[in-house]
């Protein structure tokens, strides 16, 4: 017994540390070797194991029998002994920040400080299991973080931290840790491993924020990465299951904090600002009068004007997204050199617009291809140099011609004129951007779904002899019957809008309709297109069609109508396809799924790859895109409508039993069902790549997520008997999409088919759907004139005032069509900043100055406070503007030889006591004709008889003007004195009067009496 009882009064590694007269230990080159007194047998305490870890567990173990063995061999057993101990190790792997502000660096530092102190971050393991006596999970006692303040300096992205458990051997398998941030300062984990149990090193993925407990006092609760169903949850982790969900879930009070996890429902009650004035309003989306899917919540304050309207938050001010939905700062890094250009594309031509008079438009097509050959700069009106000139960043001055160069766009990068022609027309339908649209025409004239009480008669002006000769000797019932004739059908998404679209300043737009034949080559050609407007609307004819053309002006009316559809195709592609299928409508089973289902959840676990980052995606939009003002409004033809078609199309078109590829093509009678493909469908038109590569993604996915379910699921039971999962769908439908949760489309979830079905449907819509309808979009929206998003004027007709202009120069009334000069610009980044999807280009499409001043803070060659970087970048923006508006009114002049000038004084210094002397002797050296600078102004000297007639007989008029000064400017009402004002009819009309009512001889004679 004195021999157990030395045995169970230290650890195994205290024993194999002070080794006493009961042990003789030693290590050879093997594993270690622990040789008993004798009487024991020898081979019970021979263990071979491969790592230290496990040893110390199998020597544990084998303590315990050898126990067991002495007492009974020398007599009766003894009363129950407490089991032994062991040690295991956490190593814990934190992301640090590659940026901090001084801020945060003394933040840092203190943490460090009170870490030796004992306010440190501390861990605790749980079992799986349940303690018998207790009945409540076993937990090990808590450790702390070591060498956290040792390792403060270490440079590197990612620092491991070790904490030391002892526990018992009847511990179990943990599955869980909870950790207490004692910090001030939040930090990232990105997972821990804990070793030294005998079934192997445990894992636990986390990548999440641990808040500090001053901003969260709960213990933050991370499972193992063994995945477990509801009913087969260990018992020892049901507690923290639950508990983890009711911390995610909050209790829909309060305004939110940026570091919160907390995952609620609200209305689209933020994207207007009614405070700013009526222009600003917004309806609410989502709802009974305007359904629309739900946000996230954040629980911000009403506006002072309408309760019912949340308050804004403005950019650089974050809007708020749980925690672990933000960007990291790893992926923002990934995307600097796009930070770059999207502040200088901006900032440029804003600037352009706010120092110009007048914001023109271009001139001809050669004018919009210099932006890609000259760079913005020049086009802009600047010098090349000029970035090289500013103390801006080193990364900026390096590649200055590439960061304010436009990319090539691929529509225009081998064929300039490719956008022009109907087959590249007719080839964007099925590959382009938008290729979701098009549908197989299946009744002509084409029919309305709109409720003619409500919107008037909607009869197609279609006829037949539109487009019956070029259906290649086809009637149109057979070319119907063949498959041969489809349709873009943009009529109903727009026609509820037009009277409110048009009524807007500086838009203009039709409801349209294109048919396409199916040509003996397979491809596609436009062949009529119908253009409606309201009834009673500025136009006499409300519906018009227009055909290919025969001759040169009905080419240029079909290039313009061409335009009316790419524009309406551009609106209905970044309002419904894209944004509303692949985010607005996702964001519910997003928020649903971090409500309702574990961390631990297999389901969970397959979908949390393809949900991330989509709730910081959609809070930027709804910050500077589909907000009031927003690019969207600004770039788009439907302005403040934009919502509102977005809307109408989720209320009457949306279905989510037919997101998926073979039921949309089904539906668009794209294809048919036929068991002999390799899909199970049949192309209708067999030259559709996006269909044809979509069927093999979509095939992929499906496959993938069948084998996945059916290995946790195998039976329907098991789904009908899943809580998380059924309240998971249950919410998604009831509360995110509440607005259409009574629709009968819905799908079931009683089956693993069913969901398979349904969740093939999200993965698809969030990865290869999203992507068709993303990252193609500068490739062909680049070059705006392929797909205008924006249109200014409706196509004139005979009678009309512009038909006249039209005709005198049609290519420069289509460019009058579309954008001026600098908002074309701005549209034309906003698809390229649009396609990326990221935080940082999101937020760069607000204001260029905020992004300039968020731009500067990575680039410090040392850490400053915030608001210091916030004056630098203040000061930069304002010597950035003086600097272009100086170059700007600076013209390029072919200027006479004259000597070098000095800053400030000029050539003043070569000008002695008598200035006609000094004159001259320059004129022998430059020439009788020089440029000299008089301070900083620029003078030309004529300094010879023929230069005296030159100025003052041959050119005198042009000689005749007054310098422009700011005296002349403020003194004289803008020059509107006769001694300021320029040559020029009215200087000649005010000498008129001066000469005819002031120094006339009768008017002299009246003035008289008070000469001196």
């Avoid at 491991?160 to 939040?186: C, L, R, W």
Wanted: positive net charge; proline residues 7%.
């Amino acid at each position: 017994m004195a021999f157990s009882k030395e045995i169970m009064g230290r650890t195994l590694m205290e024993r194999t540390m002070l080794p006493g007269p009961a042990w003789k230990v030693w290590r050879q080159s093997g594993p270690f070797l622990v040789q008993p007194r004798e009487g024991i047998p020898a081979e019970l305490w021979r263990r071979r194991k491969a790592g230290e870890a496990a040893v110390r567990a199998a020597a544990s173990e084998a303590v315990v029998r050898a126990v067991s063995f002495v007492s009974a061999k020398k007599g009766p057993a003894e009363p129950a002994v407490s089991p032994a101990k062991i040690e295991v190790r956490a190593v814990v792997t934190v992301r640090k920040k590659s940026k901090e502000d001084m801020k945060e660096a003394i933040v840092k530092h203190f943490d460090a400080l009170t870490d030796r102190i004992g306010r440190n971050v501390v861990l605790q393991l749980v079992s799986t299991e349940l303690d018998p006596k207790t009945k409540a999970p076993k937990k090990s006692r808590e450790a702390a973080l070591q060498d956290w303040s040792e390792k403060l300096n270490v440079k590197g992205e990612r620092v491991q931290y070790t904490a030391m458990f002892t526990v018992d051997t009847s511990f179990g398998i943990p599955g869980a840790i909870t950790i207490s941030n004692k910090h001030q300062k939040e930090f990232f984990i990105e997972s821990i491993t804990v070793e030294g149990f005998s079934g192997g090193p445990v894992h636990f993925p986390c990548n999440s924020w641990v808040q500090s407990k001053n901003d969260h006092h709960g213990k933050r609760i991370f499972f193992s990465n063994k995945s477990y169903l509801p009913s087969e949850t260990p018992a020892g982790l049901r507690p923290l299951r639950e508990e983890e969900l009711r911390n995610l879930r909050g209790d829909g009070k309060g305004v939110r904090k940026l570091s919160d996890r907390v995952y609620d429902y609200d209305v689209y009650n933020d994207l207007g600002n009614p405070d700013r004035g009526i222009d600003f309003v917004r309806p609410t989306l989502g709802g009974f009068k305007i359904p629309y899917p739900r946000r996230c919540r954040t629980g911000r304050v009403s506006t002072d004007t309408d309760v019912n309207a949340e308050s804004r938050v403005e950019k650089p001010t974050p809007l708020y997204v749980p925690r672990d939905e933000q960007f990291e700062e790893t992926k923002m890094n990934t995307f600097s050199t796009g930070r770059l250009k999207a502040v200088l594309h901006n900032l440029l031509p804003s600037m352009k617009a706010s120092l110009s008079a007048n914001n023109k438009d271009f001139n001809c097509f050669s004018d919009i291809n210099s932006l890609y050959k000259e760079g913005l700069l020049l086009k802009v009106g600047l010098q090349d140099e000029l970035l090289k000139k500013l103390p801006l960043p080193r990364v900026i001055q390096e590649s200055s011609h590439d960061l304010l160069k436009f990319a090539i766009p691929k529509i225009v990068s081998k064929d300039k004129c490719a956008w022009l022609r109907d087959d590249e027309f007719a080839r964007q339908a099925v590959a382009g951007i938008n290729p979701v649209n098009i549908e197989r025409l299946t009744v002509f004239p084409p029919q309305s779904k709109l409720d003619p009480e409500i919107y008037g008669p909607l009869d197609s002006a279609l006829k037949e002899e539109h487009i019956l000769g070029n259906l290649n000797g086809m009637s149109v019932q057979q070319a119907i019957n063949e498959s041969k004739l489809f349709m873009v059908d943009f009529h109903d998404a727009y026609i509820p809008f037009l009277d409110k679209i048009n009524a807007l300043d500086g838009r203009k737009t039709y409801a349209t309709r294109t048919i396409y034949f199916l040509t003996p080559l397979g491809t596609l050609k436009p062949i009529a297109i119908e253009l409606t407007l309201p009834p009673g609307g500025p136009s006499f004819r409300s519906r018009r069609v227009v055909t290919s053309p025969v001759d040169a002006t009905t080419n240029w009316i079909w290039q313009l109508a061409k335009a009316h559809v790419s524009s309406n195709d551009a609106g209905v592609h970044q309002l419904v396809n894209h944004w509303l299928r692949t985010h607005a409508a996702m964001e519910p089973f997003i928020l649903a799924a971090h409500r309702q289902m574990s961390a631990m959840h297999p389901i969970f676990k397959l979908l949390d790859p393809h949900m991330r980052y989509t709730l910081e995606i959609n809070a930027l939009a709804r910050q500077n895109l589909i907000n009031a003002d927003g690019v969207i409004e600004s770039c788009f033809t439907p302005g403040r409508y934009c919502m509102e078609i977005s809307a109408a199309a989720y209320k009457n078109f949306w279905r989510f039993d037919q997101e998926s590829l073979p039921a949309d093509l089904i539906r668009r009678g794209m294809a048919v069902p036929d068991p002999t493909q390799p899909y199970g469908l049949r192309l209708v038109l067999e030259d559709y790549p996006y269909a044809a590569d979509g069927l093999m993604i979509w095939s992929a996915i499906e496959n993938w997520v069948r084998t996945y379910v059916n290995y946790y699921y195998p039976d329907a039971g098991i789904v009908c008997n899943d809580m998380e999962l059924q309240a998971w769908y249950a919410e998604s439908v009831n509360v995110g999409h509440a607005d259409l949760r009574h629709a009968d489309w819905w799908p079931t979830l009683a089956s693993p088919e069913d969901l398979i079905s349904i969740l093939s449907r999200i993965i698809w819509l969030s990865s290869a759907q999203h992507a068709a309808l993303n990252f193609g979009q500068y490739p062909y929206g680049g070059f705006v004139p392929n797909r205008p998003p924006l249109m200014r004027r409706l196509i004139p007709e005979e009678g009309d005032p512009d038909y006249t202009n039209f005709l005198a120069d049609p290519q420069n009334f289509i460019l009058t069509t579309q954008y001026q000069e600098v908002p074309w610009m701005l549209a034309s980044w906003t698809c390229h900043v649009c396609a990326r999807c990221s935080s940082q280009i999101l937020t760069h499409l607000s204001e260029p100055f905020s992004l300039l001043q968020r731009l500067v803070i990575p680039f410090q060659p040392m850490e400053i406070p915030s608001n210091w970087a916030s004056l630098a970048a203040a000061w930069l923006a304002t010597v950035t503007i003086v600097l272009l508006a100086r170059l700007r009114r600076r013209r390029r002049l072919n200027l006479p030889p004259g000597p070098k000038p000095w800053p400030i004084i000029g050539n003043l210094d070569l000008i002695g006591p008598l200035p006609h002397r000094s004159i001259h002797e320059l004129s022998r050296k430059y020439g009788p004709l020089m440029n000299l600078r008089f301070g900083s102004f620029r003078v030309v000297v004529g300094s010879s008889v023929e230069m005296a007639r030159t100025m003052l007989k041959t050119h005198d008029v042009t000689f005749a003007g007054r310098p422009v000064t700011n005296a002349g400017k403020y003194t004289t009402y803008n020059y509107s004195n006769i001694t300021w004002s320029q040559y020029g009819p009215y200087w000649r009309q005010a000498r008129k009067m001066c000469i005819v009512e002031l120094f006339s001889a009768k008017r002299l004679e009246s003035f008289e009496y008070i000469r001196v």
